[in-house]
T-cell receptor, first 111, second 112 residues
């Protein structure tokens, strides 16, 4: 079974900090995704990657960047954290045309 | 625009009842549909999926029904248990697309 692991369950950072959220998957497949989840807004796609060093913007990429240097690792970067980026962040991996498999999320608070 | 939605935001049932969670989709090009369960404090967990060449698929205590004529998807949970309490999401995927479209979710509350 696919396992997607997010390095932190909870993070508290300050406005203006550069924040790194890490995600690792144990499957040898290409597709990885970063979402944020907010009450009443559902899952919103920030970025996705379909191969190493490849990335595509999702619906809300502003204020974020990503890095995919190895197939198993997909990092989300908040260049200069702001309070409106306080949210639950979910990473997912996908095997071909099958379902996405999600990590347990990182609850990020920006003070 | 094309979207995936849910008819009911909250569904309350008694333990032992059967539960039905509904989902409407509007993209006729979608050919793959997925149901997820998200418990409090956890990420969405895959439950069951179905492709557009099927009308029904069964898993353990769960059944997904697909009605392409009216673009409707449902998740049936038999003998609902308190551990089934969670938010349930449907998602649709167009063939060849990396990106599924998620519904907003239905909260299922199971009373003992």
């Amino acid at each position: 079974d696919v396992k997607v692991t997010q390095s932190s369950r909870y993070l508290v950072k300050r406005t203006g900090e550069k924040v790194f959220l890490e995600c690792v998957q144990d499957m040898d497949h290409e597709n990885m995704f970063w979402y944020r989840q907010d009450p009443g807004l559902g899952l919103r796609l920030i970025y996705f990657s379909y191969d190493v060093k490849m990335k595509e913007k999702g619906d809300i990429p502003e204020g974020y960047s990503v890095s995919r240097e190895k197939k198993e690792r997909f990092s989300l970067i908040l260049e200069s954290a702001s309070t409106n980026q306080t949210s639950m962040y979910l990473c997912a991996g996908r095997s071909g045309e099958g379902p996405q498999h999600f990590g347990d999320g990182t609850r990020l608070s920006i003070l | 625009g094309e979207s995936v939605g849910l008819h009911l935001p909250t569904l309350s049932v008694q333990e032992g009842d059967n539960s039905i969670i509904n989902c409407a989709y509007s993209n006729s090009a979608s050919d793959y549909f997925i149901w997820y369960k998200q418990e409090s404090g956890k990420g969405p967990q895959f439950i069951i999926d179905i492709r557009s060449n099927m009308d029904k698929r069964q898993g353990q205590r769960v059944t997904v029904l697909l009605n392409k004529t009216v673009k409707h998807l449902s998740l049936q949970i038999a003998a609902t248990q308190p551990g089934d309490s969670a938010v349930y999401f449907c998602a649709e995927n167009r063939g060849g697309s990396y990106i599924p479209t998620f519904g907003r979710g239905t909260s299922l509350i199971v009373h003992p």
